[in-house]
């Protein structure tokens, strides 16, 4: 039974304990939120319908996500004009840290960033760790999970961002 669960998850795209997972034509529909960005404006999973977006999950303290922030906006900034969307979502962190971090590093933000008032987005997404990358195709169906670096030399990724 086990095996066959595990097999059902893999075929799904699913991961277990983070790392990547691919989604194919099943993907399932983006869950239901809303987040403020740092400049006010409501975002959700409604507002981004029509757009394929890349969600990424940090938090201030992460080293990872610092070393991270900079390819994600040379990947915005390369994509942006195709129709790519970025979202970078401070959770696990105190806002006053994102914030604080953001201005303190404003040349690398040139995409949104919201941080989660309330802390829904780590249960809705599964957030265990920091970064966490969540890829959401036109549709908002979740195409690509990653947890932790290196997501920007993902192949699938690559090939994502070649058809837009």
Known sequence: MKRILLGLLIVMGFSIGGGVSAFSELAPPTPDFTVSSLSGEVISNKSLAGKPTLLMFWASWCGVCQGELPKLKALYEENNKKGLAVLAVGVHDKQSNIIRYVANHSE????????????????????RGVPKFVLLDKEGNVLLTHTGGGFMQNPDLAKFLQAL
């Not at 933000?109 to 829904?120: E, L």
């Open 108 to 127: 690398t933000f040139t995409f949104p960033v919201a941080y989660d008032s309330i802390n829904k987005m780590p249960e809705t997404f599964g957030i």
